[in-house]
Structures are given as C-alpha cells and as structure tokens.
C-alpha cells in the first residue's frame, strides 16, 4: 500500500510539474554595433513563467549579446571574471538544469539568457518556487541560428528579446482562399462542359494525339472503398517511414504534376498559328502517331517546370509559387478525368472521405504516444525529420504577417489538395446536371458558393482553435446540404440522386424520338438523332409521316447527323 501510494504521490507531482512547463514562441532581434547589415529576427523558445517578454520591439532592451558556449554555466568557476552586467550571455545547454544556469546568469548581472541546443527545442522547466526567484527571461536558441548570428553580424552584435502577439489570421489567407475557389469552379465548369460536350458532339473527331482527350473515369463505389482504404495506408506509412515515402511523393507529384499542366495548357497551344507541322514517319513509342512539334515543345517545357521545382523546392523565397501552380494544373486535371456519374456516388465519397479526415486529425492524437494528429504531422513534416522534407500534395503560401509561430513552426499556411478535389468533384457533377436539366447553371453557382462559405468557416475555426482543422468537416457538410436542398426545392432530387440520363440505368428523357418505336432496335438514323442534346431535337416535333422521304431522312455532315430547315414545312428558323 505505501509503495502504491508512493507511486500515485510521484506521478501526480511529475504532472503538475510537466502543466507547470508551458511553451511560447518568441523572437530575438539581432544588430551588429559596427553598423552594417540591417537587424534579423531569429527564433526562441520560452517560458513565460521564468519572466515574460515584451510583446512590442520598441518596449525591448537592445542589450549586448555575449557568446559564451565554451561554457555550460553550471558552477560559479564557469562565470567571468567581471559577470554579465547587462547583457545576454549564450551558454551551452546540458549538464545542469535551467535553473542553475539561469540562478548564476543573473547572480553576476545578466538581463537575460539564451541557451543553445543542438537538438530539438524545448520548454525552459521549473517549478513554483524557482519562477518566483528568477526575473529575467530565459530562452533556447539553435544551434544553427547562434552560427548563423555571428557569421552574419560579426561578434560585436545587440540583441532584444520580445514575444509579438499572434494575429488572429493571416493575410494569405485571402491568396489561398481565391487561389482554392478558383481552382474549384474553374474545374468544376470546365469538367462539366467536357464532359457533355463529348457525350453529345462524337462527331469531332481526329486521329492526331494532340485532339483526342483523355477518358473520364466514372467512380463506383468499390473504386471509393479502395481509394480510402489506400489513403489511410498510405498515411499511416507516411507517418512510421516518412524520411522513406517522401522522396517517392514527391517524384509522383512532379509526374502527375507535369501531365496536369500540359492538359491545362494544350487547349491553349492548339490554338496558335504556328507550329502546325507534324514529326515525320518513325517507328518510335508516341512519336509514331506523329505529333505536332508545338505540342512536344509544350511537354518538354512542362516537364522542365516539373523539373526546376523538383530541383529548387526548398527555396522558400519562390519555389511556393511553382508548387502552388503545378499543384492548380494537377487539381484541374484530376477534376477533368474523374468522374462522379451520381450524387449518390458524390454522398458517398464526401461521407467517407469526411470520416476518414476527422479520425486522422481529432482522433489519432488519443493513439500517438507523441499526442500529435498523424494527418497534421505528415501534412506539416515531423519535427524530428532527418530529412526536412515536406509534401508537395498541399497548396501552400507565406505567411504575410510577422509573428513567432511564422518565424519558429510554421512559416506556410496550407491547403490539401484533397480539399479541393472531393468537393470540386461535387461542382462538377452539379454543373453537368445543371446542363442536363437546363437549369441555368443553379446547381454549380450554388455548389461553387456553398464551398467558399465551408472554406472561411473552416479559416474561422483554424484562428479560434489555433491548430490545424479537418477541412472537410466543414466543406463536405456545406455542399452536400446545399446541394441536396436546392434539388428538393427545385422538386428534382430523383433525377439529381440518380444521374438524369448520365447514369447507364437511367431512362432516356422525354425528348428522345425513339420512344414511339417500342421493342424494335432504332435505326442507324434514329440512334444518332438520339444522342443529340435537347436543343437540337426540338426541330423533330415538326415534321410529320407524311412528308417526303428525302425531307424526313437526316443528312450526314461531318460524321453529324442534322436536319436541315430550309424548305420544311411547319418548321421554325
């Protein structure tokens, strides 16, 4: 009984000791006293409870900054023989605890202390009593920043130690919210009038590669089941083996990334004056279907922007700008050539893939000995990486305000590509519904705006909660709800449930013309006139049984099959 209780003594003061050790990100600005290059803000690491920071850099004393890591400050001998009269010593860390070198720092005058560590950053700790002794800051500084200090300023260097607060949101949001929005709608319409344009207009067609489109892959549920399934795999390895998986991500991302910008940009190649000349005759892979020369100038240029971001991804100053447009062009891409063929088929995926990102945000931090989200730590990169390495699937931008937390943890704001691409796939069904139905675009303007909404309540969340958010908890409810609702106003949720005609088992509309023909198979004529959209069959009410044959038969132009009105009785230009 007294070991037990000896043990429960022991583990409720080592946590009150670990809730007495609290973290906050702060900022040490630096200047040369020579002059010289303008003052740089580097990263600390804090405990209020030792002695608070200003949070303005005016309110901070500018104080000599001392190098003083020869030392570990853990013993009287370890002192100078004058102390640190106003100033800041830099000291090694280990061999005593922060206390004792924090004690004898301010015993010989100091007006503050940095600590330097070679490994990952941690909370300066103490208990009640040493916070109530001690009263001048204290904070740990890497390694790499004290290098980078005195190669940069000299060693005759000033320096102020203050925590700025943290705004509420970020500027760039605004850049990632259009950047999101736009992505989405410009998918979702181009997707969507592709997809009809195809299903209506087969006429169009030519053997040369650059004008034949890649196939739409209709989703089925069992196709849903196995991309989760291998989603949360994938995640899950990523998590125990990230320092392995990532350098695969990211060459499958400079891939499919490559191909997602050539599909965007061929519509637009395609329509220069110039380059119209075809690669001879050869028994070469691809080339054989001989392609014109400015559509393989645009896949080299494609793949060497692939290329220099692949290079050049850690150059935080720019290389953002190259992920964040190969990440649009793969994004459109995928919105193009997948396809939901029902809204059942879209309830299912969102529902799913809405499980599936609250689990691996709000509930695996209960199942991680580290308490992290492992969905937040792949998304960001461990902070125990050897590599440093972040994934490419993300949109990501700057942070535009100055703050600890943009200059110590996250410089970036980020958006997953999965948050664009299961509800653009959404917008895209409503928009080839909206055409379906001759609803005026309803659906996918009502989508379109449902998604922007979702997006600034999951920004919202993100600056009250201050940690990352599942952004599908908030996206996949707005759009499905309002979706959903607009087709039980409208009073056509069982057509917008089914497909309308998009699906295989749904019966053709009322304006087919071989519905009269009972169980006998169309004639080659009929079955091409049935294909076409309602707009263009509205001309086959007029003619009747008893005009001539050569009136009646639909003449081929093109490979389309048509009427012609002029000369036909009781039709209307």
Known sequence: MAAAAAVAWLRAAVLLFVAQVTCEYGMVRVVSEMGGPKGKDYCILYNPQWAHLPHDLGKASLLQLRDWTASMLCSPSDLPAKGFSNQIPLVTRGNCTFYEKVRLAQGSGARGLLIVSKETLVPPGGNKTQYEEIGIPVALLSHKDMVDIFKSFGQAVRAALYAPNEPLLDYNMVIIFIMAVGTVAIGGYWAGSRDVRKRYMKHKRDDGPEKQEDEAVDVTPVMTCVFVVMCCSMLV?????????????????????????????????????????????????????????????????????????????????????????????????????????????????????????????????FLTKSGNSIMVEVATGPTDSATHEKLPMVLKVPRLNTSPLALCDRPFSLLGFGDILVPGLLVAYCHRFDIQVQSSRIYFVACTIAYGIGLLVTFMALALMQRGQPALLYLVPCTLTTSSALAL????????????????????????????????????????????????????PALTAEQPPELTEPKSIAGVSTQEPVGLPGASA
């Open 237 to 365: 390895l990523l998590y125990y083996f990230y320092d392995h998986l990532v350098y695969v991500i990211i060459g499958i991302f400079c891939l499919a990334s490559s191909t997602g910008l050539y599909s965007c940009l061929s519509p637009l190649v395609q329509r220069l004056p110039f380059g119209k000349c075809r690669v001879p005759d050869n028994n070469l892979p691809y080339f054989h279907k001989r392609p014109q020369v400015r559509m393989l100038l645009l896949a080299l240029f494609c793949v060497a922007v692939s290329v220099v971001w692949g290079v050049f991804r850690n150059e935080d100053q720019w290389a953002w700008i190259l992920q964040d447009a190969l990440g649009i062009a793969f994004c459109l891409y995928m919105l193009k050539t997948i396809r939901l063929p029902t809204f059942k088929a879209c309830t299912l995926l969102l529902l799913v893939l809405f499980i599936y990102d609250v689990f691996f945000v709000f509930i695996t931090p």
């Open 489 to 540: 106003w409208r009073r056509e949720l069982g057509m917008f449930w089914t497909g309308s005609g998009f699906a295989k088992d749904i019966p053709q509309p009322s304006w087919a013309p071989a519905a009269a023909q009972g169980s006998q198979p169309p004639k080659e004529s009929e079955a091409t006139l049935s294909q076409q959209p309602p707009g263009e069959a509205q001309v086959l």
